[in-house]
């Protein structure tokens, strides 16, 4: 099973960028996945979650009504639409999945992690 993502980059505060994961090796249709983001010397964090449609989706406070997560289950992908972002959302974005499972709580929910894309925010 392979997990990449794509789409991250350099932009500044104000701006969005949308970041895509790409599933190999099996599909995830039934399965939960979901978007974690590490900054230099903190913990990863879970910063959205969806379910087998679109519509059950969990943001934390933090990103809430900026972050939409989204996936095609037929393509076996995932997007992370982030728009009004801000310095403090900068980190390495990582796409998780988990094997036979309804929902994603935190890294231990998470049995295949894609190796991270950057997103640096700039004022």
């Known amino acids: 099973v392979q997990l990449v993502e794509s789409g991250g980059g350099s932009v500044q505060a104000g701006d969005s960028l949308r970041l895509s994961c790409a599933a190999s090796?099996?599909?995830?249709?039934?399965?939960?996945m979901g978007w974690f983001r590490q900054a230099p010397g903190k913990e990863r964090e879970l910063v959205a979650t969806i379910r087998r449609i679109s519509d059950n989706t969990w943001y934390p406070d933090s990103v809430k009504g900026r972050f939409t997560v989204s996936r095609d289950n037929a393509k076996n992908t995932m997007s992370l639409q982030m728009n009004s972002l801000q310095p403090e959302d900068t980190a390495v974005y990582y796409c998780?999945?988990?094997?036979?499972?309804?929902?994603?709580?935190?890294?231990?929910?998470?049995?295949?992690w894609g190796r991270g894309t950057q997103v640096t925010v700039s004022w």
């Open positions: 998780a999945a988990c094997n036979w499972c309804s929902s994603i709580l935190d890294v231990n929910s998470v049995d295949y």
């Open positions: 090796g099996r599909t995830f249709g039934g399965d939960a």
